[in-house]
């Protein structure tokens, strides 16, 4: 099939791209930074998403993947403004087949900074408003949410021992996913699922179901 993802040139999308490459598809990446992806299936676009008089010209794209994200800057044109943007030009067409954002648990839980809360939360709410559009095509809507994930991004508390002790205090699991993992969530629901849409799925390790109940032993 012929997948676009944005956000490729490291961790999830780049994991993500890997994964699609390896299962036999023709992927499209976009990403502000060159890639360091070699091979045949590949095509890289040097874009920032949020410029849209330089995106492709691209028809009969069939998986959308919206990866392409930041952190306390400009969280909302980017991980929100754009995605809106993206998926309307290339995702709301009769031979989309399907659809994933990359979201992030903060938008269930709201525990990180202001505007990106904020504005991964609002893809929540999109990803429903898309399901909707896009199932008389047949195809389906979701974004994957995930909590921490071993990204280049997330080095500065992954490599503090203080304070990766305190966040795997609060993680059931006691680890955070690689982006292999995720890319396999993205994979499965992209190509494997075919009936699930509207949903959030929510992928943290158990990090949002912990709670602290104090009582006498």
Known sequence: MKVL?????????????TLFLEKGHTVIGIDRQA????????????CDVRDKEHLP????????????????????DI?????????ERYGIQPRIRSILHIGSASAHTGAEFPEYC???????????NVALRVAPFGATCNSLDPGGVLTPLNACVTEDPALWA?????????????????AEWAY???????????????????ESINYHFVWKE
């Not at 010209?57 to 909302?76: F, K, M, P, R, Y």
């Not at 991980?79 to 998926?87: E, G, P, Q, R, S």
């Open 188 to 206: 499965f629901l992209t190509v494997t699922n075919s009936f699930c849409t509207g949903q959030s799925i929510l992928v943290d390790g158990g």
């Open 35 to 46: 890639s360091s992806i070699a091979h045949p299936a590949y095509t890289h676009v040097v």
């Open 166 to 182: 305190e966040i795997m205090n609060e993680t059931p699991l006691k680890r955070w996913a690689t982006p292999e993992e995720i």
């Open 57 to 76: 010209s691209l028809s009969d794209v069939e998986i959308l993947i919206n990866n392409a994200g930041t952190q306390n800057e400009a969280d909302i």
């Open 79 to 87: 991980n929100l403004k754009a995605l809106i943007y993206m998926t």
């Open 5 to 17: 993802i944005t956000g490729t040139t490291q961790g999830i999308g780049k994991a993500i791209a």
């Open 118 to 128: 904020a504005s991964k939360g609002g893809v929540l709410a999109y990803t429903k």
